[in-house]
């Protein structure tokens, strides 16, 4: 007689330890609850586009200070680079604007999307964040900076470049 999501927040301790998959089919104040349980949203933007389950309601989410990770669970592609374009690139379909989840006017919106999917990625998976350290995971990306769609770029655009650009 509700919906899963409200039903799951009324009754069950949702907190950081929890991770929810797609989460497209919120309501504002589902999206807005979710947000302030300190739970992860995991987003796969790509299959969420294939499947039409729908757009991540991200704005309000945020606002409300919602963190996301992004995943893979496509048949069709998988690449983290794309899955983040998409994610910004729905919110500018149905937001009908640009730059909309960059955390402040005039930041890199690649560059917030990719910190903040790895910042809550690696909350989801209940791992450390922010150093190189002995005994902490070491996960890198290296961009090919002679690559012809990221020469020239700098550190304030080359994460742009790649996400909504080379992406592979």
Not at 24 to 35: F, G, S
Not at 39 to 65: H, Q
Not at 117 to 127: D, E, H, K, P, W
Request: net charge negative.
């Amino acid at each position: 007689g509700t919906r899963p999501v409200n039903w799951l927040l009324s009754n069950m301790p949702v907190d950081e330890n929890w991770c929810l998959i797609h989460a497209t089919h919120m309501d504002n104040q589902e999206t807005i609850a979710l947000a302030q349980s300190g739970a992860v949203a995991g987003l796969c933007p790509i299959t969420e586009a294939n499947l039409g389950d729908g757009v991540f309601n991200a704005i309000p989410y945020r606002a409300a200070g919602g963190g996301f990770g992004i995943g893979s669970d496509s048949n069709i592609e998988i690449s983290a680079a794309h899955e983040l374009r998409w994610l910004e690139y729905g919110q500018r379909l149905t937001q009908r604007g640009r730059n909309l989840l960059a955390d402040a006017e005039g930041n890199s919106t690649g560059e917030t999307l990719y910190r903040m999917a790895c910042a809550s990625g690696a909350q989801a998976l209940s791992q450390p964040v922010g150093s190189i350290a002995v005994g902490k995971r070491a996960d890198f990306v290296v961009l090919n900076d002679s690559h012809p769609t990221l020469t020239g770029h700098n550190d304030h655009t080359i994460i742009d470049a790649y996400l909504f650009s080379a992406g592979a």
